[in-house]
């Protein structure tokens, strides 16, 4: 199993921007054109874009839905679209999907109700985000906690597509993956894992790629930040995957 980059987007109020830590007061914007960035994701060789709707996930108000509509469209034939944000209900989901998306993402809602995953799987595949500090899973944006560990959490999803796990404590620092506790949690499910949080440089992407299970590497600030681009990214994991 080749393990696939997702470049990431972050969408607030149509802009493409970043969040320290998931700290909205925090937030440093990288363009106007979000649909254009896709584009360019999808031309260097990605298969995948992440995309996140923060206004949804803070508000549950999706107001940049139709802007992950317009990606889903600008990119159909050459890259998949997964995107979370707000994804609350099985309707949403079906929304979703009818706008051309290939896989979404469910956080809060999954985890305060489980079944919502297996009752949306009938229609999309779902990808669990589980978002975590220190271990526990965080809700609301990151607003709050749960309550609820991670490995835990890990038994509850049997018809999640897969599962994006985030260390907060490390989204948009630049400081590196927490390669060890990915590696746990990977081997701890059946279900692939899409490593996210921390990414700084192309040889954290290739260690990812290594770790067994790890199906996905989402990166977003060091994309932005010129750290290396989407096509050093598809070609680290694909050598990888043949080494």
Known sequence: MTAQLYPAIDLRAG???RLLQGDYDQETTYGDDPVAVAVSFAEQGATWIHVVDLDAARSGSPRNRHVVAAIADAVQGRARVQTGGGVRTVADAEVLADAGVARVVMGSAAVR???LVEEASR??????GLDHRDGELAVHGWTEGSGVQLFDALTWFPSA???VITDIGRDGM???PDVT???AAAAATSIPVIASGGVATIDDVIELGRVPGIAGVITGKALYEGRFT???GVAALA???GS
């Not at 229609?123 to 669990?128: D, G, H, L, S, T």
Request: proline share 4%; glycine share 14%; no cysteine.
């Open 181 to 183: 506790g990915l590696t």
């Open 15 to 17: 802009r493409v921007v």
């Open 161 to 163: 597509a897969a599962f």
């Open 230 to 232: 989407v096509a050093d």
């Open 239 to 241: 050598k990888g995957a």
């Open 123 to 128: 229609r999309v595949a779902v990808a669990v």
């Open 113 to 115: 109700d489980p079944g």
């Open 174 to 176: 630049l400081q590196g």
